[in-house]
């Protein structure tokens, strides 16, 4: 992204103030709008309305995730609502949208606007920085809560996706001992490649009992109340997988197996991390499509 | 692979031996053919003739490639030749074959004479496991090579798939600064992610005056007069890449540029570990076919 | 550690619940003294009064620190005092007693009764070990207080001690760029050999302004008012050093630096690992004597 | 080292040559003496005679041994000797001689012709940085000569010093199970520390015979008759240890077991690397000498 833009920040978390100081930082022109009951520092002045916002910009950025209930953009720092269709409404067909998880919904809506919209958590690369802040999130949670070091003790994580992969590599810098469930033989082959313990998935009940500590990555119950059964009573759980989890939770409260649903972690352990991210994948954005 | 099995090992080097080795002390049945003039020791005693070692076996396992003619089996062990539709003719429909680098024009064949055939290097998990050696081969070439050491050194890897990505995590293991050329987003991601240099395609005519060693992994020249013209000296380029190289090497030479191109390392290098991985990979194939 | 022996456990803190945990575990006889208002789990009966335990046993293990005003011994879960006097008083020449930072005053006191004591924090293993948790703790609480990612982010350690040395492995593990600042020659060799980034004292000033997050281990203050003036505002500064610590603390909070004073971790982060290496160590003390 | 300088090197093997280049080019006076037979490439014309080199240098620099029979100056590549005491008559009391391995003989000469001389191998850090490319080349040798990846094979190294802290590193980052050798129980808490699985040497008997290469570093026999009868035969013993060594050579040979002494590994497998240390050791001989 060679040349300066102008770009609207509509809504949002931290990450978006934190995203628009770094686009403001390198000569670009930010206009904000939805954050006025914000706890944190606002470096920026919000426009008057929306409609200023958008009209003096090039790109339209909006919140991760979009929108929580397909009709107002989420933002939780606006002392109001946002409708989507009141932006889409307010922008031209040369802007470009850009925000994270755009729903079908939203994205049919976006169409009848003639608003060009990217989601940007589509974007591989910005899936796989995104994994960077989830993975050290993770652990520091499994540090605030284990009595024991992470180095040394045993750590399976379930899946070899793109948490799995950069939460195994970290573990193992930890010193670690570090077991990776995968079904596929290719990936089993990489776990061996890497030097973590492949763990197929016949062999999992096996593995179970002797782990200090379980990430599990995979949206689908695994963790079933047999598995959970064999597991030690001081072992604790931490599920990074989006609906439905990859635990059976009530299960696991039964037995009184420590369990926690980890979510959204980069957005609260490291926002700054998290903005730098997202700028780097609208420059990629924008160079792509050459506006 | 729980069962006892029969298995009819026919030519190839010295990994199929190995391999041979590998089954039956597993309790396999092993019958070999096409190692007369192994320089080798060979442990097992070959059977009279080609027909009798297939005979006797549930499976039949050629070399890795299969053949360099079409016509004949990759026999550089045996006293004679083996007519591949010889072999085929005495393979019955309920046996498998099961070799490196089938060509089409051998498929066919194999049709022709109903006979049931997988190329094991294509399967994944048996390339990703090949990486291991390659990598291993490409880092003693280059620590033969290299007056100075690769701890400390400027190495680049061009490409980041199965040889890429495993090279680079143990050049970093052995202390060198690893940069890698990629030219996807995520892959950049990826690079990052693991700490290496990520050094975008239109970035690396910036990168290349400042390497010590560079290894390529991509079958595409990228190393052209220009880019080898502002290459260091005394840097040493090793070429992993199949046919046709990514190196312009009447180029480089002209300039004395010092260049190797490695190919077929699993077996030089490391062949009882080459063996073990297509023992592995074979025991994935039976299990996925329930045979 | 052979056979079964017998352990009196006087005061100190969670570890040495978990330390006689573990010393039963393996077999051992133990009898506690001092923990009647611990608000964790105690799974053993206390004795009637200190001399019980003392008498049914043949080590006596104290706390870590043994005491904080050389009178009376670290009992921060007893209901009451337990003077050091009375504790020596009630062992026999054959008695070996065990704890952490026993000092001058007290070993003379030991002495005076004739008791045989060792300060296991004096012991090189238990310091080493012991860095392990420290340098886990120190990195729980940089993922906590930091907006950012470990990850890539630009982390200096002062000092290459057991804590320096260990901090840099996890951090450079986790993909953090790792500069270690250190005085001598053979030292900052040690640092190139492991691939962080050598900063020699004079060339401090040089590296400050650039880091996000500065790990202190040297107990002297060298980050001083003009060092710290060249500091980023939002760098963050842990301080593990023991009294006086190395940072000017007053002037930091002045210009608005965020500074940690982070002491005593292991027993805090994690306990049940600290009592672990408590108890190994106290197997080699045992081993050496031949008790 | 900040002023130019002047350097007479004298004798030595290609190293010194390196050094001379590497002197050279950041600025100094270089008077070289004693290649005149070099069959490699000398970039400084040889002064006249070893009288003209040292006249014009302020330090001069002998070869790394300095001498191998205490009379003449080790020089390989010299079309003559070199007496020590002709070298010593010609320097004067201001100037410096630098050498590695000077015996007492040598530095009783020196002080008989008031010669000030400093043994760069007793240096920490020249020691330090000489076991880089000491684990390089031992790695480099292990590959050549095993026939299965160091990436999953069991390797144990004897010792915890230099070269066994940095090999440890080393094949660890290749992917090695890597197994330590020590007698400190402190030792064993900094190899446990790392990740690599600690040795003690009364267990040095269990370990062995899963061994697939050992790295002797210790010079004391302990790889004895006993020891080596348990050894797999195909397992490669590498020792790295001066005289005496650490292997019973004849009774290896006579049981078959393959075992290489390997000495001088860095001039051998890393000339321009080693001679970059020294030139590094050097600069800070000078800087604390305040020349």
Known sequence: MLRKMSFAIIGGDLRNIKLADSLFSEGNSVYIYGFKKASFDVNHKETECIQEAVMRSEVVI???PCSNDNETINTPFHDGKILINELFKAMSKKQLFIAGHISEKVANLAQVYNVYCIDILEREEMAVLNAIPTAEGAIQIAMEEMPITLHSCNALIMGFGRIGKILAGMLQGIGSQVYVEARKYAD???????????????????CLPKMDVIFNTIPSIVLNANMLSII???CLIIDLASKPGGVDFAKAGEIGLKTIWALSLPGKVAPVTAARYIHETISNIIDELGV
Not at 188 to 193: C, P, T
């Open 62 to 64: 909006g919140p991760l």
């Open 188 to 206: 089993l082959a990489w776990i061996k490649s890497y030097g973590y313990k492949p763990v197929y998935l016949d062999d999992l009940a096996g």
């Open 232 to 234: 030690k009573s001081d």
